[in-house]
């Protein structure tokens, strides 16, 4: 009896435990944002006679906090959203094609900018039935991932092609990759291959979010990668 009545707790243990971790991440990229507030507030208050335009160094920066905190609470948001089995998924059919070219089109200027060569193998014409907006947002969330981490002068191939009952989407980039130690992480949330892009407003729940779509979908994602050479993430669904 025993034995069974620890089994049974467990998966309710290990989610439990996923939970305080989620609520302690949360909270740990809430502090740098409201630091930044709170700490140009005081510069503010420091100087109450000085005019508006030349405390508005102070302004920016508590703007910049603002945003970053409001980009963390709308992620929050779409993924309770998301994991939300009371909400119903709306599938349509759709030319995924055309979707995906979509989003590469307004990211083509930033990828010229960075010096980053951009192919694309993408099979037309390729109709599933799904829903294109969150399938567009996977893509986004993919793109601007793999843009991030190319290394100078490097490469991302787009591909998409039919393969009997299903559709299989990739975008592989030439990089600094994922240790292999660490590839089974990269769908938590709050991970980041790279530490550093905390600064940017990166907070680790773009992949995060891109899995929980697939899977929403009833498809699949994974990653692959070498380290110094490529990392290539890979989704597939249903025709």
Not at 171 to 200: C, M, W
Request: with cysteine; net charge neutral.
């Amino acid at each position: 009896s025993l034995y069974f009545a620890n089994r049974a707790i467990k998966p309710i243990a290990g989610a439990w435990e996923k939970q305080k971790q989620f609520v302690a991440d949360a909270s740990h990229e809430l502090k740098t944002p409201i630091s930044i507030i709170n700490a140009n507030y005081d510069a503010l208050l420091a100087n109450q006679e000085d005019t508006i335009k030349n405390q508005m160094k102070w302004l920016d920066y508590i703007r910049i906090g603002t945003d970053r905190m409001a980009k963390l609470t709308n992620d929050l948001l779409s993924l309770a959203k998301l994991e939300d089995v009371n909400i119903e998924t709306q599938k349509t059919p759709f030319d995924i094609s055309s979707a995906i070219d979509e989003v590469i089109s307004p990211m083509e200027a930033v990828i010229l900018e960075k010096d980053i060569k951009l192919s694309c193998s993408v099979e037309p014409d390729i109709v599933i039935k799904s829903d294109a907006e969150r399938v567009k947002q996977v893509v986004r969330i993919l793109l601007d991932n793999a843009v991030k981490y190319t290394n100078e002068k490097g490469h991302i191939h787009i591909s998409l092609a039919r393969s009997k009952r299903q559709v299989t989407f990739s975008i592989k980039n030439s990089g600094k990759g994922i240790p292999q130690q660490d590839l089974p992480k990269v769908f938590d949330r709050f991970y980041r291959a790279d530490p550093s892009r905390t600064h940017e407003g990166s907070y680790g729940l773009g992949l995060s979010i891109a899995k929980t779509i697939i899977d929403r979908l009833g498809g699949q994602i994974e990653v692959t990668s070498v380290e110094n050479e490529y990392t290539t993430f890979t989704f597939t669904l249903g025709l």
